[in-house]
């Protein structure tokens, strides 16, 4: 057997439920600890999937469905200009004038990290439900990595809490037993003292 399949039986062995007359009633109370635990992070499996479906489908609609952005063309009417961004620097801006697709246009000042630039004069725009300039829509695989990742941080925060909860378990069991040691050892140097003397 590899080594850490061995290191693994030893550790299942210790917390298997047996009729072993040496086992205390403290150990069976953290073998219950760590079935609990165990059963806690599987069951935040659920939650976790949850989670997941929740982001990708927002960021899903974002990308398809009513209100969704649209990609129109734009026609730029004046020259870059930089324009101060909250004491973080310029921003640039660039006048323009873009057609929505239910026929209205519009025109004004948009970022121009937000241009996609097709020439000199030309470029294409993301616009919401609004017809206000935005951010381009995430992609598939953005939507998926941030679904993965919400669902990886429901698991952790799972994990961390069972962990933490069994071990403050286990170490309010430790400190009964090592005063229940203490309490053995005096009775007995008690009991030894006595023949001896």
């Known amino acids: ?4 399949a061995r290191w693994v039986v030893r550790r299942l062995r210790r917390y298997r439920p047996d009729r072993n007359p040496l086992r ?3 150990d069976r109370v953290e073998a219950a600890l760590l079935a609990a635990a165990l059963t806690a992070v599987l069951l ?3 939650p976790a999937a949850l989670a997941a ?3 990708y489908d927002g960021g899903s609609a974002e990308r398809v469905g009513p209100g969704a952005r649209q990609l129109v ?3 730029l009417v004046g020259d870059v200009a930089a324009v101060p961004a909250n004491g973080r620097g310029l921003l640039g801006m660039s ?3 873009w057609t929505l697709p239910g026929g209205e246009v519009r025109e004004g000042m948009v970022p121009a990290a ?3 630039r097709d020439g000199p004069a030309k470029a294409r725009l993301w616009v919401d439900a609004t017809g206000m300039p935005v951010t381009a829509p995430p992609q598939r695989a953005e939507t998926m990595t941030r679904a993965g990742l919400a669902a990886f941080g429901v698991m952790s925060a799972a994990v961390v809490l069972a962990l933490a909860g069994f071990a403050l378990g286990r170490h309010r069991l430790d400190r009964g037993r090592y005063r229940a040691w ?3 050892w005096a009775a007995a140097d008690r009991r030894w003292r006595r023949h001896h003397i």
């Open 53 to 55: 479906r929740a982001v």
């Open 114 to 116: 937000l241009l996609l």
């Open 1 to 4: 057997m590899r080594p850490i």
């Open 95 to 97: 006048a323009a004038r």
């Open 44 to 46: 935040a499996v659920w």
């Open 73 to 75: 063309e734009a026609t």
């Open 24 to 26: 205390r009633r403290s």
């Open 182 to 184: 203490e309490e053995a």
